[in-house]
């Protein structure tokens, strides 16, 4: 009697404990018998009850799911191939469809794979490399991002956002890209430093032409002062002359004798003694 009475708890606890199961917050459930859905999705959580050994929990996150693509090649529309890594964050908003098109995230990683790289090589062929390294990166990817969601709705799944990782030469092609942007390189320095060879002779073409002109018009300047001078002297030597010629005469020779006498003490000098010089050189006081 006593085993059983035991008998029938336990076959009671383990019907109990086959009718329970628990949803988790981060957590949707669905209910399926004999394979198919029952009900609705479950999205509260705690202690839930099925009809047990008939009934099975299928559990779906709640959460952002991560998908991650393998590097691929792709053609742009300059006929560059382009190495492209990008990812993707997902969920789940219908579960019943989910479990129909997919089954599970495996199924749905592999479908996200077609879709998401499919949109990416259609798109990224409608722009340049440099559109897609530098400039308008942010806009293909939000138009990716809202075409890929058009797409995934029927599998119960959005697309919350698609990103570029990585956006590359492939490897075979980097070493040429390299010596030719090199090489692009040399011929703008050389012909920046020829551009630059040429200014300066052109500053010192200028600058000696200034010169030139600068130093004729100093010496036409001083010659016209000089000459100004000259023309000043000889009239002054004119009036004095006019004046006293006497005195003239005698101030003239002074000037005489300080130009053959300022030179050096061992220089001799022979005259006349017929001469003005040396009349006033015996002169007696």
């Not at 308008?136 to 799944?157: A, C, H, N, P, Q």
């Amino acid at each position: 009697m006593k085993k059983g009475i035991n008998f029938v708890l336990i076959l009671i606890i383990i019907i109990f404990a086959s009718s329970v199961f628990q949803v988790s917050e981060l957590q949707k459930a669905v209910v399926l018998r004999f394979g198919k859905p029952v009900g609705e999705e479950i999205n509260t959580s705690g202690l839930k009850f099925k009809i047990p050994f008939i009934d099975n929990v299928v559990y779906f996150d709640k959460r952002l799911l991560d998908y991650d693509a393998e590097p691929k090649d792709l053609i742009t529309k300059d006929k560059k191939n382009i190495v492209i890594d990008n990812y993707a964050r997902w969920r789940i908003i219908d579960p019943l469809l989910f479990l129909q098109t997919v089954q599970d995230e495996k199924g749905a990683q592999a479908r996200l794979d077609d879709i998401i790289y499919s949109e990416i090589r259609e798109r990224l062929g409608q722009y340049t490399f440099l559109d897609i390294i530098a400039f308008k990166r942010d806009e293909i990817m939000d138009i990716v991002t809202r075409e890929s969601w058009e797409k995934t709705k029927k599998l119960g799944i959005e697309i919350v956002d698609v990103r570029i990782k990585r956006a590359e030469l492939p490897k075979q092609n980097e070493e040429n890209v390299y010596r030719r942007m090199e090489a692009e390189r040399h011929q703008q320095a050389k012909k920046y430093r020829a551009e630059g060879q040429e200014k300066a002779l052109e500053i010192t073409s200028q600058a000696e032409k200034e010169r030139t002109v600068i130093l004729a018009e100093a010496y036409e300047k001083s010659e016209s002062i000089k000459g100004e001078g000259d023309a000043k002297a000889l009239k002054i030597y004119a009036d004095a002359y006019n004046r006293d010629p006497e005195f003239y005469k005698f101030t003239r020779t002074l000037s005489a004798y300080d130009s053959i006498l300022s030179g050096s003490g061992k220089t001799k000098i022979i005259m006349s003694t017929e001469s003005e010089v040396w009349k006033i050189l015996n002169e007696k006081e």
